[in-house]
């Protein structure tokens, strides 16, 4: 049975039977060059994994029936990453590890100190960010793809959120983040442990206006610090994501 795993859209699974189409059927009948009554695994954008055995490899298609099911543990929070857009390099360095820790939503975000144009074409941008962390949950071994929207204006971000817990990321203000997870894990509290659900919002290069700081800690975010030393944004959004996926996600 190959290594390889192939991501399947749920639409393409029809009772016992898959069908593989596009790039993933590129990818497994010219890349991996695997054969009729080979065995593979695939999973869909639920998280659910499948066992599976080729029937036939076409031009166009790849058929598959199903061995065995598995549903994998799913994670214990819904993490959002709200992301102040940064320059195409950073984003996609971003878009790949953020899907390595387990994020379940990415929302690119324009603010006033935001340098990246917005253009029609920007779809473009979104479909390679789609694929790159595709290619991040086949390489950690994760089944949960995260939804990538698309760019949106801090406003309509801030006034349209519903996690349970909704964290400001800030050079200027609040507790370390660190403490503010420790202390929503502690077993011994008798409140309740780690939120259903987070958003961390993470700003540009230069930073949040003051404006926006207030703006957004008026409509029900928490500002939080990693700390003294000045980081840059893509390292800050990582450095985040790392500590809540390891006291609230693991």
């Known amino acids: 049975m190959t290594s390889n795993r192939f991501f399947i859209k749920k639409s393409n699974i029809h009772s016992s039977s ?22 593979v695994w695939l999973f869909d954008e639920q998280g659910t994994n499948y066992l599976a055995k080729v029937e036939e490899t076409g031009k166009n298609m790849t058929r598959l029936s199903i061995l065995q ?59 390679r960010w789609k694929k790159i962390a595709l290619e991040a949950v086949k390489q950690s071994q994760m089944s949960f793809l995260p939804s990538i929207s698309s760019p949106i204006p801090i406003e309509k971000l801030v ?23 420790i202390e929503n894990s502690n077993s011994e509290l008798r409140t309740p442990k780690s939120p259903s659900s987070v958003l961390i919002l993470v700003g540009p290069e230069g930073g949040w206006t003051d404006e926006e700081e207030k703006y957004i800690l008026n409509h029900g975010y ?20 790392a500590l809540i996926s390891h006291f609230w996600n693991l």
């Open 69 to 127: 099911t598995l549903d994998k543990n799913k994670p214990k929070i819904k993490i959002t990453l709200a992301q102040a857009l940064l320059k195409s390099k950073k984003m996609d360095i971003i878009i790949q590890k953020s899907t390595e820790l387990a994020v379940t939503n990415i929302i690119p975000v324009i603010t006033a100190r935001t340098i990246v144009k917005v253009e029609e074409k920007f779809q473009k941008k979104i479909e």
């Open 18 to 39: 898959l069908l593989l189409y596009g790039d993933e059927h590129h990818h497994l009948s010219k890349v991996a060059r695997i054969k009729p009554e080979e065995k």
């Open 222 to 241: 928490e500002a939080v610090s990693l700390g003294g030393q000045t980081l840059r944004a893509d390292t800050a959004a990582l450095c985040s994501l």
């Open 159 to 181: 006034e349209g959120r519903g996690e349970e817990k909704k964290l400001l990321l800030s050079e200027n203000r609040g507790k370390y983040l660190r403490d503010i997870l």
